[in-house]
């Protein structure tokens, strides 16, 4: 093999690993440091039911009160993905928000409040 092709095959390899990451689900792309962190209010009795408070602020108006999202762009937040995602994966979601697709960001809110969401959208599944 030449170099040239050499240089262009590596590029062609770069690029379909690129795509494949790309592909990937949101879940597969959280740090692992997020991914392992553990939920502090995990145990603690009222969690799920704060949580659904702060749902009813804050989500409800785009994933609905089921749940189940709209249909059309607001996913169903009731789902295997939910189900497989650790909490850690769901706090740093809501933490980055998919703005580009409107999911806003939720990095403002207090952080118990997030970790309680996450215990109300477990309790759910
Ligand atoms: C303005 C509408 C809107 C609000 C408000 C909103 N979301 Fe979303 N959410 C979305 C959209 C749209 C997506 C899909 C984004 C995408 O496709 O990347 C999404 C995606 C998600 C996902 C990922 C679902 C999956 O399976 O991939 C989670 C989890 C989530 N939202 C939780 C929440 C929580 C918790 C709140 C409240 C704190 C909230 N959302 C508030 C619009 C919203």
């Not at 170099?3 to 689900?25: F, K, N």
């Not at 603690?44 to 762009?73: F, I, T």
């Not at 009731?78 to 706090?91: C, P, Q, T, V, Y």
């Amino acid at each position: 093999m030449t170099r040239h092709r050499l240089a262009t095959a590596s590029a062609l390899l770069a690029c379909s690993l690129a795509l494949v990451a790309a592909a990937g689900s949101r879940w597969e792309r959280v740090p692992a440091k997020d991914h392992a962190r553990a939920n502090p209010m995990a145990g603690q009795p009222g969690a799920a039911a704060a949580g659904e408070l702060v749902y009813r602020d804050h989500c409800l108006a785009c994933h609905k009160a089921d749940a189940r999202g709209d249909g059309r762009k607001r996913p169903s937040l009731r789902s295997d993905g939910l189900r497989k995602a650790s909490d850690g994966d769901i706090e740093w979601f809501l933490r980055q928000g998919d703005l580009a697709h409107g999911m806003p960001s939720w990095s403002s809110l207090p952080a118990a409040q997030r970790w309680q969401v996450v215990a109300y959208l477990k309790s759910i599944q």
